[in-house]
């Protein structure tokens, strides 16, 4: 027995006298870093605050400014995220698998809002692949929403509303997470562009030719067009006309023929008239898309432009995981990766080019030059983070 403890204490005294993990080499704590998958990076740099400081890694935010996806997700996971900041492309490969299910919108945490090729409407996290399923879409086409904008896009407190034009009027649909209720609006010679509802101080705006609101009530399921306001004014041309909700404001942004000259109106709620803006300040949108984003403060170089789904040059493509860290969504670069980079988009470094953008003062009446962009036309604007609404 006396051998036993006395050996017994030995082994404690050398355990003590080894090295705490937390105070391993800087260096060595940075080269197991840079083994590591970027999905283990945040619980690695969560282990102590010296190995936080000493795990240095690359990191694009996502949360900069929205960020164009791809609608669609290939049957291996993969998905095409393109960062106007950045101008870089990143390939993520999710762990989601949706073949055949087109996105609608993504919330800062990774849940996206999908419908299948069977019509079935399902909350999907890009993350870790899960999946909640909500209703049945009555229509074939459409566009979806979560009826709870509050960013969490937590599936078990999400709501839905589908909305889908038809002929002589617009179709609903919502769901409260239990029951799914149908209602169709009455009939008007309203028609809808192909532009996503927009949720403004609890109803449901669409907009229809020559800026023609319809207005949607989720509470009381009623539908109504607005007689006011009836149009704009005859001497702003233009080919799309997409609407944006933007600091408590329904803006309307046209585009002209050749997709130039741009111009942004302001409902006047008072008088219900659409009404021109000669700038927007620090706010920059993010529109050409069937989903329409503004930003509040976007980086300062950034602001007060319209932003389309084209872009310069060939930016750069890389491949990357989606991962959260420090609270914010993130692309993070595979470190190692034996398949080809898809090059679909060239293979800039980013510096050769950029994304397209309309400076509301600078490019006034301007039919700024926009041949020989690249076009994202399967693509959607989403916020990732701190965009704001």
């Not at 609903?172 to 562009?193: H, P, V």
Request: proline content about 6%; glycine content about 8%; hydrophobic content about 35%.
């Amino acid at each position: 027995m006396v051998i036993r403890c006395e050996r017994d204490k030995n082994d404690m005294a050398m355990h003590d006298s080894r090295c705490p993990w937390s105070e391993l080499p800087e260096l060595l704590i940075s080269m197991i870093c840079h083994r590591l998958h970027p999905m283990d990076i945040p619980r690695f740099r969560a282990v102590c605050k010296r190995w936080n400081n000493s795990s240095e890694f690359t990191f694009y935010p996502a949360d900069l400014t929205p960020i164009l996806i791809s609608d669609t997700i290939t049957d291996s996971g993969l998905l095409r995220c393109y960062s106007p900041y950045f101008n870089k492309m990143f390939i993520v490969r999710t762990p989601l698998r949706a073949p055949g299910s087109r996105i609608f919108s993504v919330e800062p945490n990774g849940w996206a809002m999908l419908r299948g090729p069977e019509k079935t409407v399902s909350l999907g996290n890009l993350l870790d692949g899960s999946t909640f399923k909500t209703t049945e879409s009555e229509f074939c086409g459409g566009y979806f929403c979560s009826s709870r904008e509050d960013g969490t896009g937590d599936p078990e407190l999400c709501g839905i509303v589908g909305m889908y034009a038809t002929t002589y009027g617009v179709k609903f649909q919502s769901w409260d997470g239990e029951s799914t209720k149908y209602f169709e609006g009455q009939r008007s010679e309203f028609a809808m562009l192909q532009c996503k509802p927009v949720l403004h101080k609890g109803l449901w705006y669409c907009i229809g030719e020559r800026a023609c609101l319809g207005v949607f009530d989720p509470m009381k399921s009623e539908w109504r067009v607005l007689e006011e306001p009836n149009g704009i004014g005859p001497d702003l041309a233009y080919k799309n006309c997409y609407l944006v909700e933007s600091q408590e404001e329904l803006l309307v942004v046209l585009t002209g023929v050749n997709g130039t000259p741009i111009n942004v109106l302001r409902l006047n709620e008072a008088e219900m008239t659409w009404e021109r803006m000669e700038s927007l300040g620090s706010r920059a949108i993010f529109t050409g898309t069937v989903t329409s984003r503004s930003m509040a403060n976007p980086p300062v170089a950034m602001a007060n432009k319209v932003y389309l789904p084209k872009f310069y040059g060939c930016p750069q493509v890389i491949q990357a995981a989606l991962i959260i860290s420090r609270g914010s969504l993130g692309f993070v670069p595979e470190r190692s990766c034996s398949e080809s980079v898809d090059t679909m988009f060239g293979s800039g470094n980013g510096d050769d080019g950029g994304a397209w953008f309309y400076d509301l003062e600078l490019d006034s009446g301007v039919n700024k030059q926009i041949i020989g962009c690249k076009s994202l036309m399967q693509y959607i604007w989403v916020d990732l983070g701190r965009a704001s609404p």
